[in-house]
């Protein structure tokens, strides 16, 4: 992890174009190659970010990330406040909460709920980039990758958007669709998951409590 404060400028070309201007800011450069740019404020969520996989090119002025997509960040850099770099380790990953991990399972023993035909291949399908909460095969056969969550926003959209360009270069599994289930999902994710060709579906926590498990059991 190597985090870098200076006075910046910042440029964004892409789906469309975007500028900040020059102000003090964090520059966030991870070790799987993802660029995030933060102010003194605003949460977690930074002013413009980059994801894996992307190509940098640093000199003393000027960076410049793009990506496969086209889409490029140019970042001016005025003045060097502080450098430093940090070996953060193997992370042992994310443990979800008793409601969200309680959905995962059911949805899991029931995957039907979703959609009609939907069989589980696998719980937390492994990727490179993180496990994927269900794998499942629709009622054509087809590849189907869920994204559980308890609130459902922008973060779970990229996410899974992520999770889908991994699985889609595989010959085996592709191609893989995209299933984003929240107990409630904001206007915002919903529109992008459109965007994305992803599923949105809010699930009725209690009423799926409530189902009977289509998963065999001796007892």
Not at 98 to 122: F, I, K, W
Not at 147 to 157: F, L, N, P, Q
Not at 183 to 193: E, R
Request: glycine share 8%; net charge negative; with cysteine.
């Amino acid at each position: 992890m190597r985090l870098i404060v200076v006075q910046c400028s910042v440029s964004y070309e892409g789906r469309l174009n975007a500028y900040l201007p020059s102000a003090k800011r964090l520059i966030m450069s991870k070790a799987d190659g993802c660029i995030a740019i933060h102010a003194d404020g605003g949460a977690y969520k930074p002013l413009m970010w980059m994801n894996a996989p992307n190509r940098v090119v640093e000199d003393e002025s000027e960076w410049i990330v793009s990506n496969p997509k086209g889409e490029k960040l140019r970042i001016q850099i005025e003045k060097i406040i502080s450098d430093v770099s940090y070996e953060l380790g193997e992370d042992p990953g994310l443990h979800k909460d008793g409601v969200e991990s309680h959905l995962q399972e059911l949805l899991a023993e029931n995957p039907q709920s979703l959609e009609d035909g939907l069989t589980l291949t696998r719980r937390e399908y492994f990727t490179e980039i993180g496990p994927v909460d269900l794998l499942c095969r629709d009622k054509d056969g087809r590849a189907v990758a869920v994204e559980i969550k308890r609130r459902g926003g922008i973060d779970g959209v990229e996410q899974l958007t992520r999770y889908l360009d991994f699985l889609n270069r595989d010959p085996k599994l592709r191609p893989v669709r995209g299933i984003f289930a929240a107990q409630q999902i904001t206007p915002q994710a919903k529109v992008l998951a459109k965007d994305r060709e992803i599923s949105t579906i809010e699930i009725d926590y209690d009423d799926l409590r409530g189902m009977e498990s289509t998963i065999l059991r001796l007892f």
